[in-house]
T-cell receptor, first 115, second 116 residues
Framework: DQQVKQNSPSLSVQEGRISILNCDYT??????FLWYKKYPAEGPTFLIS?????DKNEDGRFTVFLNKSAKHLSLHIVPSQPGDSAVYFC??????????????FGKGTKLSVKP | GAVVSQHPSRVICKSGTSVKIECRSL??????MFWYRQFPKQSLMLMAT?????????EQGVEKDKFLINHASLTLSTLTVTSAHPEDSSFYIC????????????FGSGTRLTVV
């Protein structure tokens, strides 16, 4: 049973346009969400995060939106650049008592930004 | 920023042999480290949580006698794949928690294990 779902395995976007990556989760205990970017044969690198007490967090070209009622979050990249081409993982965690702090990952979405 | 070093980055071993993967936190102390495994086109799956000075906590379905984890110091955790088989071939990634952005999660660069 997958608790974090990224239903789009791939996304292709033109340079300069907006990239929207989606993520759904099922566990209502999750209270912290993160997006990671990963290149082949490398470990994931942190991109942006959001706490469940917020519905939006922005960092430069990257914005994450959280809709708790829908258990849905999305990552917006504006404007998209060819260097953004990578696999993007959505991850979730809960920080409550007894949590070890591990992350639950989605399967990832491969973003291709074309010049 | 926080750096987690993972070694080796790539290893090929014969079936039946053991392989050790090291994960070091270079500029911070990590009481907790995590080991993940990623199969092609799959998500990163948590294998075990490594706690300094105590036994690791394994996820359901992960054989603790096959995947030995040792977290002997605050900066080093090791994962040993014992009696490796071709189905153990995968990408193994460690991570450690430190305070700060991103929930303090920092990942190693991963180890590509191929068992022949």
């Amino acid at each position: 049973d997958q608790q974090v779902k990224q239903n789009s395995p791939s996304l292709s976007v033109q340079e300069g346009r907006i990239s929207i990556l989606n993520c759904d989760y099922t566990n209502s205990m999750f209270d912290y969400f993160l997006w990671y970017k990963k290149y082949p044969a490398e470990g994931p690198t942190f991109l942006i995060s959001i706490s469940s007490i917020k519905d939006k967090n922005e960092d430069g070209r990257f914005t994450v939106f959280l809709n708790k009622s829908a258990k849905h979050l999305s990552l917006h990249i504006v404007p998209s650049q060819p260097g953004d081409s990578a696999v993007y993982f959505c991850a979730a965690s809960w920080t409550g008592r007894g949590s070890q702090g591990n992350l639950i990952f989605g399967k990832g979405t491969k973003l291709s930004v074309k010049p | 920023g926080a750096v987690v070093s993972q070694h080796p980055s790539r290893v090929i071993c014969k079936s039946g042999t053991s392989v050790k993967i090291e994960c070091r936190s270079l500029d911070f102390q990590a009481t907790t480290m995590f080991w993940y495994r990623q199969f092609p086109k799959q998500s990163l799956m948590l294998m075990a949580t490594s706690n300094e000075g105590s036994k690791a906590t394994y996820e359901q379905g992960v054989e603790k006698d096959k995947f030995l984890i040792n977290h002997a110091s605050l900066t080093l955790s090791t994962l040993t794949v014992t009696s490796a088989h071709p189905e153990d071939s995968s990408f193994y990634i460690c991570s450690a928690i430190r305070g700060g952005n991103g929930y303090g999660y920092t990942f190693g660069s991963g180890t590509r294990l191929t068992v022949v």
